[in-house]
């Protein structure tokens, strides 16, 4: 199964449920940092990739909060 696969399972459960999916994503990250603190961490290239995709993708929304 992919990742995808597996998100859009997630969208459609019931709330309660996707909060206890998220609770064990969260669980999951902070042993992730605990085990491997650089695991966290994006370099400058893939920082600036993710504002760039963030700004295109949600081009209106930004318009809109900088108003």
């Given at each position: 199964?992919?990742?995808n ?11 309660e449920?996707?909060?206890k ?5 969260h669980?999951v990250?902070?042993?992730i ?11 400058d ?10 700004f ?9 909060l900088?108003?």
């Open positions: 199964m992919s990742a696969e597996v998100i859009e399972q997630i969208r459609q459960l019931p709330t449920d996707r909060l999916v998220f609770a064990f994503v669980q990250e902070a042993q940092k605990k085990t491997q603190p650089e695991a966290g961490r994006a370099d290239v893939k920082f600036q990739q993710a504002v760039d995709w963030v295109t993708e949600h081009r209106e929304l930004m318009r809109r900088s108003q």
